[in-house]
């Protein structure tokens, strides 16, 4: 699954997490960045890639739901 998160003008993050078959419980989260008005404007560049198990996501789900309720 991926959904583009942030959105500005020409600037835009994605998230994307997806199933790592060749390891029990594991995902990997991947963060890119597309900015139109680059040199190549269609390549995405890797800000983060992780590879975590389904608690490991859940527990980041957590820290992001209570970070922004806390404000």
């Known amino acids: ?3 583009a998160f942030f959105k500005n003008n020409d600037f835009t993050y994605f998230a994307e997490v997806t199933k790592v078959e060749a390891v029990k419980d ?3 989260l991947k963060i ?3 900015w139109l008005s680059a040199k190549k404007p269609e390549e995405e560049q890797t800000q983060l890639q ?3 198990t389904k608690a ?3 527990k980041l789900t957590d820290l992001l739901a209570q970070g ?3 404000v």
């Open 1 to 3: 699954m991926k959904t």
């Open 26 to 28: 594991a995902f990997n």
């Open 32 to 34: 890119t960045s597309q």
């Open 50 to 52: 992780v590879t975590c």
């Open 56 to 58: 490991d996501i859940k």
């Open 68 to 70: 922004v309720n806390d």
